[in-house]
């Protein structure tokens, strides 16, 4: 019986998770479901799941919770605050941890696992762009096992040779590979002229014509950002260079992400684009259950596209291939650039086209560092979220 702590059970992606685990109560155990404020869907999903216990970042939330589930008598001990996020994610009981809080809040309580060697199940990009170089090495030092949640990355995993990570060690080219290819639907924007995307609504920007998700990743995905932010993710997992990562722009999301062989083989993985799949191949992995997701039907879906990206309506991709190439803190401070904006452009306070200038514009301002500690990165985060409101109040 394996113990789960999920880190986001109220999102997109912890509410698919805990919809693979409920197929299978005979494998899996939740241990700890863990959010932000969101109390009375996490009341819902404690009821159900009965983990030992439910966590709650905001200590007023939390509060409503336990008086919630004291009146219905139900044993779940709830904590609250930052810590309480990194103790279950670490706790000698949990075998696996999902890490699913989206953005710069989850970096802390996902190494937290990554220390305490847990197998770890990441969906939170954001951890990776951050603080790739400390988050990888403290993987290797603590005996965590990483397994990919991102739809690509996780296609990418299955595509690599004999599913050993033997590329953490020697690189890509030593296992015969000759690049990546990281597909990318082009977002709900795919066609949309320049002039169009200068009038695009917070509602136009999350519907997304193929994945159901969080709002911060569906925006990241109408800008290209999550591209951006993935090619980052796949060059620290894969201990790749960022020109053996070739973005392609396949508008049906069928295929996942493709690797290529030295000998002109392409693999690829395929599937319908329900995040249950690399769910459910991560949990399991090396073995395999049933996700819920039907195969595809590859008569119904006849025809695949593929094109490149184009970086001149869409500037954010350049500007995280930039960030990658020039290293150290630049990654961190694009995410937290991206962060502010996004937010910014949901709350109305800046238009969809504003997004790459602050970002573009806080990477001016904010100096670049060696990233050899935790510090050094939350500094670069924390100034780059000054310098991007800064830049916002300027436009
Ligand atoms: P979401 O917005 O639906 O859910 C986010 C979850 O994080 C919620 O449970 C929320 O309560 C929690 N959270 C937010 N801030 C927190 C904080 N400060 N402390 C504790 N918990 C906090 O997002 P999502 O779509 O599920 O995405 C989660 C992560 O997975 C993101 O990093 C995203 O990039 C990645 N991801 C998502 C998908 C997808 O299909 N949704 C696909 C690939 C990768
Ligand atoms: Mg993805």
């Known amino acids: 019986m394996q113990q789960v702590s999920i880190l986001g059970s109220t999102g997109s992606i ?7 685990l409920a197929r299978h109560p005979e494998r899996y155990c939740v241990y700890a479901l863990a959010a932000n404020t969101q109390w009375s869907l996490l009341a819902e999903q404690v009821m159900r799941f009965a983990p030992r216990y439910a966590v709650l970042r905001d200590a007023q939330a939390a509060e409503q919770l336990r008086e919630h589930l004291r009146a219905r008598g139900c044993e779940t001990q709830v904590l609250a605050g930052e810590e309480a996020l990194a103790e279950v994610a670490s706790a000698s009981e ?3 941890v999902m890490a699913a809080i989206v953005g710069a809040a989850g970096l802390l309580p996902t190494l937290a696992a990554v220390k305490a060697g847990k197998k770890v199940l990441l969906a939170n990009k954001e951890a990776l762009v951050m603080a790739g170089g400390l988050f990888m090495r403290s993987v ?3 005996g965590a096992t990483l397994l990919p949640i991102d739809s690509e990355h996780n296609a990418i995993f299955q595509c690599l040779p004999n599913h050993q990570p033997d590329y953490l060690r020697a690189g890509l080219t030593a296992s015969g590979v000759r690049k990546i290819l990281l597909t990318a639907s082009g977002g709900p924007f795919r066609t949309a002229s320049a002039e169009t995307l200068a009038t695009v609504t917070p ?10 998700m969080g709002q911060k990743i569906s925006v990241d995905s109408a800008t290209l950002m ?7 993710e796949a060059c620290w997992l894969f201990n ?5 990562i070739e973005v392609v722009v396949h508008p049906q999301s069928v295929i996942h992400s493709l690797v290529e062989y030295a000998d002109g083989s392409l693999l690829a ?17 090396p073995e395999r259950i049933d996700s819920g997701v039907a195969g595809l039907d590859l008569i119904a879906t006849a025809r695949l596209d593929f094109c490149a990206p184009d970086s001149e309506r869409f500037p954010c991709l350049a500007l995280a291939q930039a960030a990658v190439r020039t290293g150290g803190t630049a990654p961190a401070v694009l995410n937290a650039a991206n962060e502010v904006a996004v937010a910014a452009f949901l709350a109305g306070r800046i238009g969809f086209i504003d997004i790459p200038v602050v970002i573009r514009e806080t990477m001016h301002r904010v100096p670049v560092t060696e990233p050899d500690t935790l510090t050094v990165v939350q500094t670069a985060d924390s100034d780059a979220r000054v310098a991007a409101e800064a830049v916002i109040d300027t436009l």
Request: proline share 8%; with cysteine.
């Open 14 to 20: 912890g509410v698919s998770t805990l919809d693979v």
């Open 94 to 96: 949990v075998d696996t």
């Open 140 to 142: 290797v030092e603590c």
């Open 203 to 212: 509602a136009q920007a999350c519907a997304h014509p193929n994945w159901s």
């Open 226 to 232: 999550n591209k951006g932010l993935e090619l980052i």
């Open 240 to 244: 790749a260079r960022p020109d053996q």
């Open 269 to 285: 993985q395929l599937g319908n684009p329900d995040m249950r799949t690399p769910i459910a191949h991560a949990l399991a992995w």
